[in-house]
């Protein structure tokens, strides 16, 4: 189980601000946590890199990344309302009246989104979706040279709300897609820290992931990092919500443990490896399906170098890309211990060459 301190880390990691290209804060407190227990690097990509057991064989790489999705200043107006623009894939209606942090030039920079009130929407306007370019944020200035004064173009921010714990094991907050998958990965090195294995470990926060169409921090430090295997961390979609399409996306719900990816952009020998553990460990576990990519870090590692063997493990996760992401304690865990499992079992002579 999360004992009191990783728990304590899991919050203080999840509600700091670390929107893509600006995870500098997340990041650091990832290695803070990580040199406890391991030697600790970070790359001109800002990606954070723990070691154990440096000359142990194989060498494999455990990856989470530590961004988030977040909003940037494009433009300060003549009244001081600041206008923005998206950092990653947002639903514009879930913006709408948030409060919002944006890291300004003295530090943090509170602000409100608004947006044209009920009253004032005429009504053939009242069925049309919401735009990001029909919102704006609100820092209370008087005008544009106090709003300056204050915030630049290309500032970025986040939702302001800090982590929720809920009943029945659960934990709410806006950035679990995917620092969840940073936190789980360092826990898992965390656990095998306290007796190593004969493999070398790696575990690696990357960077940019949410805008990471060419390759993001993933690429650069599986290059850096030269495993001869790897599993990647994220979140996938819960399934267990009103109006779930469970036949498009499968079956997953909170509580379930992990969801280890079978597809086209994995490797068939490391999902084998993964199966193998979760059954051995008694670790309940769903498969997911990638038919095509998967849209995650291991996309980018899969096809770094000469190829790197790599596998997909989730976290299952409910209102994705919102302020209130959703997943359960248990899975967490559970997903941590797949991960030491896997790397544990591995040996000097195993191969990750498909038969």
Known sequence: MLDDRSLAFLKLLLDAPGP???????????????GSFATVDVDVAGNSIATINPKGTPRVMLAGHVDEIGVMVVHVDDDGFVHFGP?????????????VTLEGRQGPVAGVVGKKAIHLVKPDEKDKVTKI??????????????????????????????????PNGRIASRSIDNRIGAFVVLEALRRLAASPPTAG???????????????????????HVDPQAAVVVDVTHATDFPGAEKKELGDFKLGSGPAICRGSAVSRVVFDQLVAAAEAEGIPFTIEAAPRYTSTDADQIYTSRRGIATGLVSVPCRYM???????????????????????????PATSFIPA
């Open 321 to 347: 890309h919102s302020p209130n992401e959703m997943v359960a304690y248990d899975d967490l865990d559970r997903v941590a211990a797949l991960l030491a499992a896997w790397v544990r079992r591995l040996e």
């Open 133 to 166: 370019t029909d919102l704006w944020i609100d820092i209370g200035a008087k005008n544009k040279a106090e709003a300056l004064e204050r915030v630049r173009v290309g500032d970025a921010g986040v939702i302001a709300c800090q982590a929720l714990e809920l």
């Open 87 to 99: 950092i990653g894939g947002w639903d514009s209606q879930v913006l709408v009246g948030q409060r």
């Open 20 to 34: 893509s290209g600006f995870e500098q804060v997340p990041a650091r407190l990832w290695r803070d946590e990580a």
């Open 201 to 223: 470990a790696v575990a690696v926060a990357t960077t940019q992931e949410e805008i990471g169409t060419t390759g993001g921090g993933a690429r650069t430090s599986a290059f």
